[in-house]
């Protein structure tokens, strides 16, 4: 499935572009093209011969819209179809510019004009959308779909997704069917800033004073934008992709083409000029499809690899001034399929992520051939709304502003009541709220079965409503991905000489309960030192949410290794993390320079397997079959990686005590692990536990690590064994033994 921020290398966000003003706006190009008829109309209510209809334009919507869709349906060969949100801010910034310099407007007018553009068309998809996820999507997607809705209707679903994407653990999920409205976001909020700055410069200043003005706040704005755009995309991807700042350059891109166009057409006629300008044409043409067949998720975008298309866009809006004549690149540009592809792009963009992720929420992962059929099919509702609400309200009723925002505000509101809809029935459907925790069953501390004798849950716990949200305390100790060191995060007894450090990433990070647990029945202090993402092992690895190599997570390992060695020593150093950075070999190698380290601290080591890999959102999952126990199984064979402590004989080398739980949360030797055990819900999302299990887990983390923390070496393994040799796992001897 696409994902949202294309140059990661796994899946994320997609990158759905904004062609919120894809119907035909009137740009000022001097004098009509005469070669087609069709191409020769004009904007209607507009005077004939002040401007023209570019039908190029049209055409050139059309290849971005196409290679949107194509990426989306997964087309093979099309992996850059994503470059085409940047042809339509490009195209955005060249009309809106040429809207407001060529024609007297006051400000309730051009917002009047916008809303009832815009608004109408995305309301209408925003109520079909929640219709179909309220009948369609379990009951927990139907919640995050809500609020979606929420951000999408207000217009600003780009800095949600930025929260979301920035968010180590929620990327892990699907994206939204509503994804695609942060490009509208990223749109109107540019309309709102040029609307006022260009519309304001109007009112105060005259001539060539005026036209000074407009240039540089259009260099200015562009310039600095494109300094964020390039930043941002190697500190955090997400917040480069989706956010209005880091965009604003390309609409610049577009409005600067709109300013030198003026120029043009009174020089359009010299032959050189004509050359010139032709060649232009087809050198942004061939700029804007190259990176399309070239890109593809790994490229860090958009950072300096959208330079070719937004400015090969550019070249192309601003060859296209003048006549369009057989050997320009416009002339392409306006044959009939293309112009048909770009008059249907705003509605077909609407209407064809929806489809796709729902389906695929509702079936599965599908084939990039049922994803294309699917996005074909997404034609016929846009083309319903193009024809009987798109058209009807931007050209049958009154051209009073009054009027126009009357319309906006009806846009705005009716998707705002269905989001309240769903979110109640999905509130009702899940039976309740994501309240606070509940106290978490006993749990036992040996033996095969998780929680205490005598001990037993009627209810899934936590409930569905709570699962996601079951986190750890102190969630602020897991630092953001840019930072490279840890702050004082201290639980428990703080002022206690004693103290357990809990080391490591986000799967380290998931057993602060049960770590804190411990602490507190010794009296002792807990320091938490963990970073989401970054192996504790000494190995760099790539972030697929930063988009680039993890710089930060080097720096930090090493200013916490550096930290641990010059503070006072702690009582244990407790090791956890994620066992999938890198290959076999890599982990062996990383952890070996980590373990040289920390053995010369002269503190007991300990260490915790990781835990079994879902690889699939286990709530959403159990919401979607009703919250039955046995369902949502997961395979053994994907759930588990070698180990180079519990299965590569380090620990025994090192004299780190171990504890694997695997065998625990994944009983017996059939080919799948439960997602539910004697009732406890294991898992908040594709691969973290959750909070309540955590605590439950506390007594064998008590009894398997810190039962004689003096005697280095000695492990816990299987359920209900008792310490074998120093440095194994008592029934878990190596790889072959493991689930």
Known sequence: MPTAVPPSSAPAPVPVPGPADLLPEVVRVGREPATSRSAAVADRGQPRGRAAFRPDIEGLRGIAVLSVLAFHAAVPGLTGGYVGVDVFFVISGFLITGLLVGRPLGLWDFAARRARRILPAAATVLVATAAAGGALLDPLRGTDLARDLIAAAGQFANWRFVGQQTDYLAAERDPSPLQHFWSLGVENQFYLLWGVLLLGLARYLHGRRRTLAIALATAGTGGVSLVLCLRWTHTSAPLAYFSTGSRLWEFAAGASAALLGGALVTRGERRSVRWSLRLLGWLGLAAVAAPVLLYDRSTPFPGSAALLPVLGTAAVLLAGHGPLRAPDAGRLLAARPLRAAGRLSYAWYLW????????????????????????????????????????????????????????????????????????????????????????????????????????????????????????????????????????????????????????????????????????????????????????????????????????????????????????????????????????????????????????????????????????????????????????????????????PLLDGGLAARYGVRTLDLGPLLCPGTGPSCPAVLEGVVLYRDTGHITDTLARVLAPRLDRGLLGTVGAPGASVGAPGASPGAPGTSAGTSGPAARP
């Open 352 to 643: 064809h992520w929806p489809v796709l992720t729902i389906a695929q929420a509702r079936y599965g992962a599908l084939p990039w051939t049922t994803l294309a059929a699917l996005t074909a099919a997404s034609a016929l509702p846009a083309w319903l709304t193009l024809r009987l609400v798109e058209q009807p309200l931007r050209y049958g009723s009154s051209p009073a502003p009054r009027r126009g925002l009357a319309v906006g505000a009806s846009a705005l509101v009716i998707p705002l009541i269905a989001a309240l809809t769903l979110g109640g029935g999905t509130v009702r459907a899940l039976g309740g709220t994501a309240d606070a925790p509940a106290a978490a069953p006993a749990g036992a501390a040996d033996g095969p079965a998780l929680l205490a004798p005598g001990t037993r849950v009627l209810t899934l716990t936590p409930s569905l409503a709570r699962a996601r949200e079951d986190f750890p305390p102190g969630k602020g100790c897991e630092i953001p991905l840019n930072a490279d060191s840890s702050p004082r995060c201290l639980f428990g007894t703080e002022d206690s000489p004693d103290r357990i450090v809990l080391l490591g990433d986000s799967h380290a990070g998931q057993w602060i309960s049960a770590a804190l647990a411990v602490a507190e029945q010794r009296h002792w202090a807990l320091e938490v030192l963990v970073k989401p993402g970054c192996p504790l092992a000494t190995l760099t690895v790539r972030n697929n949410v930063l988009g680039r190599t993890f710089d930060e997570c080097d720096r930090w390992r090493e200013n916490t290794l550096t930290r641990l060695t010059s503070g006072p020593k702690p009582r244990l150093v407790l090791m956890a993390g994620l066992n999938r950075y890198g290959s076999q070999e890599e982990r062996t190698e990383g952890w070996i320079r980590t373990l040289d380290r920390l053995t010369a601290l002269g503190t007991p080591l300990a260490y915790l397997g990781d835990t079994p890999m879902p690889g699939k959102d286990i709530p959403t999952c159990l919401a979607a079959s009703d919250g039955r126990s046995d369902a949502c199984f997961f395979p053994r064979d994907t759930a588990f990686e070698p180990d």
